[in-house]
């Protein structure tokens, strides 16, 4: 079956500090690959995407590159804020049928300033 | 446009009771799904539905049920409730054409205690 393994969190780090929050996934065909990031009290919000091999989808100074190779759908930025604090989701979903999404089970970060 | 709404935003159930938990969505979607997110998990897929009068199960269906009558509206009844379902519920929908391919668009939730 399909599934995305997400590094365990929380991710705590201070203001304008690298971050690099880890998923690989495993599935049965080719997925397009997404982050969603999930504010206190909210709903969960489209952060980025991409579709094929080797792309690399970008939004809010966030990045992922889609690596088939190793699996993998990293997502880093390069100086986060305490706004960014938040809980991240990387999921996966294949094409074709009711395009039900695997999801990841949460990173929680947490930026202090 | 609203997206996808939800109500209510908080509800308290005593153990039996039931309930309907809302949700609307004025995008012109054809799928809409049920998640339930446990503190500190992961989303549960409840129930999916591809278009009006059209539903399936997902990973975790027991206790719970749904119906699909218009594009709109895609509303979560549970049955005598249990503690087991004291949870943050969100509703989300998908384009089948247009829009940003795949993403899901998310409601703001329902938090459910159960006592």
């Known amino acids: 079956g399909n599934s995305v393994t997400q590094m365990e969190g929380p991710v705590t780090l201070s203001e304008e500090a690298f971050l690099t929050i880890n998923c690989t996934y495993t599935a049965t065909g080719y997925p397009s690959l997404f982050w969603y990031v999930q504010y206190p009290g909210e709903g969960l919000q489209l952060l980025l995407k991409?579709?094929?091999?080797?792309d690399k989808g970008s939004n809010k100074g966030f990045e992922a590159t889609y690596r088939k190779e190793t699996t993998s759908f990293h997502l880093e930025k390069g100086s986060v804020q305490v706004s960014d604090s938040a809980v991240y989701f990387c999921?996966?979903?294949?094409?074709?049928?009711?395009?039900?999404?695997?999801f990841g089970r949460g990173t929680s970060l947490i930026v202090h300033p | 446009n609203a997206g996808v709404t939800q109500t209510p935003k908080f509800r308290i159930l005593k153990i039996g009771q039931s309930m309907t938990l809302q949700c609307a969505q004025d995008m012109n979607h054809n799928y809409m799904y049920w998640y339930r997110q446990d503190p500190g998990m992961g989303l549960k897929l409840i129930y999916y539905s591809v278009g009006a009068g059209i539903t399936d199960k997902g990973e975790v269906p027991n206790g719970y049920n749904v119906s699909r009558s218009t594009t709109e509206d895609f509303p979560l009844r549970l049955e005598l409730a249990a503690p087991s379902q004291t949870s943050v519920y969100f509703c989300?929908?998908?384009?089948?054409?247009?829009?940003?391919?795949?993403?899901?668009?998310f409601g703001p939730g329902t938090r459910l205690t159960v006592l």
């Open positions: 991409a579709t094929k091999a080797d």
């Open positions: 989300a929908s998908r384009p089948f054409f247009g829009g940003t391919p795949d993403t899901q668009y």
């Open positions: 999921a996966l979903t294949l094409s074709g049928g009711s395009y039900i999404p695997t």
